[in-house]
């Protein structure tokens, strides 16, 4: 099958909520759809220009290997860093060390890009949309990355992975100056989806009286459809789902440059592997 150029799409985190209606939005347009997730939905009609890989972003090897793998087979054109979950109520390491919110919704995430960026030809005209939190804000200091058992507080470790991921845009569009990809966050506000699955009993329990009220994520999605097609969206700024430029609060410049340097490091090992 011809792929047409400029309108594929790689999405994480496509089988369910906002994902799986980003996916369902751009397969209607006419995109050719890449998704990746744990749980294959029932993906039928979805034939022809539409592909699935199983990824758990909690095994950082495993998800070097299957982005290699995709962009060995297709140049993406357009990506969106959907994939997230919300904090277990307990401190959870993933099998690579890492508290598993900041891997799944941030670490991962890096890794992926780089790999895609690294693998686009120059001059390919690429774009990366990030799904953040309005949680990001709630910082006023460059957080520690490194928390523990006992420093863990599920909150914190969500809008930390969430303001890591929308600083990210802007660390990729510097870092990669001749590749050139166009890089930006999107805060989507609050909708309705399964993120709670993560929670307890009571977090559920209130979660399912307040879904009814909240946004529904194909309006959201409608959204994020016309981001990433139009122009203005790039320069790794953060936009709220109304399309608003939103502000990034103002952090120590050499901790920004420290935890790029540890993260570098991280990645680099599954990047030549
Ligand atoms: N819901 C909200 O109000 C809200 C607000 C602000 C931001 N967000 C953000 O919006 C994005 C979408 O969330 P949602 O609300 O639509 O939640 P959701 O329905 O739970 O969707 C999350 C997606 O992430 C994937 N995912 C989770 N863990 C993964 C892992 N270990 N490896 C690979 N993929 C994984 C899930 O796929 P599998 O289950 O198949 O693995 C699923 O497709 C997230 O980044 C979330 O942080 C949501």
Known sequence: MEIQPGRRILITGGTSGLGLEIVKLFHKKGFYVICTGRQPQDFTGFTGNFRFFRTDFSDLAETAKIFKNICSETEPDFVINNAGILSPPGFTLTGDGFECTFQVNFLAHLLVNEIIIRNNTDNHPLKIGAVTSPVYKMENTFPDWQCDVRSYK????????????????????????????????????????????????????????AAPFMRNPAKVAESVFEMMVNQGFSDGRIFS??????????????????????????????LKA
Do not use: H
């Open 241 to 270: 789902i109304r399309k608003k430029p939103e502000y990034m609060p103002v952090y120590d410049q050499r901790l920004i440059d420290a935890f790029w340097i540890s993260m570098n490091e991280m990645t680099e090992q599954y």
């Open 154 to 209: 599920p909150l914190k470790a969500y809008s930390d992975s969430k303001l890591f991921l929308a600083l990210m845009c802007r660390y990729l569009e510097e870092k990669y100056t001749k590749k050139n990809p166009a890089c930006f966050s999107i805060d989507p506000g609050v909708f309705s989806s399964s993120i709670y699955r993560t929670q307890g009993r009571f977090f559920r329990f209130l979660y399912g009286i």
